[in-house]
C-alpha cells in the first residue's frame, strides 16, 4: 500500500505503473465512485462494461431488450385504439 498527498488544487498524482498496468494514458476520462464511504477510481469504458453487467444479470436469458418490449407493448396500445377508434366512428355514422 502507498500513500500519497491531495495538493492545494485537491489534485493526486497516479503512480505511472498503476496507469501503465491498467491502460490508462495520458488524457483518459475516469469515473470516480463513491461507495460506502470508498472512492472507486474506473475508466468510463470499465463504467459502462459494469453497468452492462449489472443488466445482464438482472435478465432473463431470452427476455430480449427491455426496449423492445416496450415498443412492442405501446404499439399494441396503438392498435387497440385505432380500433376502438374505427368502431366509433362506424357506429356514428
Excluded: C, F, H
Excluded at 45 to 59: D, K
Amino acid at each position: 500500500m502507498y500513500t500519497y498527498r491531495v495538493d492545494k488544487q485537491g489534485r493526486i498524482v497516479l503512480p505511472s505503473k498503476w496507469r501503465q498496468e491498467q491502460g490508462i494514458p495520458a488524457g483518459t476520462e475516469l469515473v470516480l465512485l463513491e461507495e460506502n464511504g470508498r472512492l472507486i477510481v474506473q475508466t468510463r469504458l470499465q463504467a459502462i462494461q459494469e453497468a452492462q453487467e449489472i443488466i445482464r444479470r438482472t435478465t432473463r436469458p431470452g427476455q430480449g431488450s427491455a426496449v423492445d418490449e416496450l415498443l412492442r407493448e405501446r404499439r399494441r396500445e396503438v392498435e387497440m385504439e385505432e380500433r376502438e377508434a374505427k368502431e366509433r366512428r362506424r357506429r356514428s355514422a
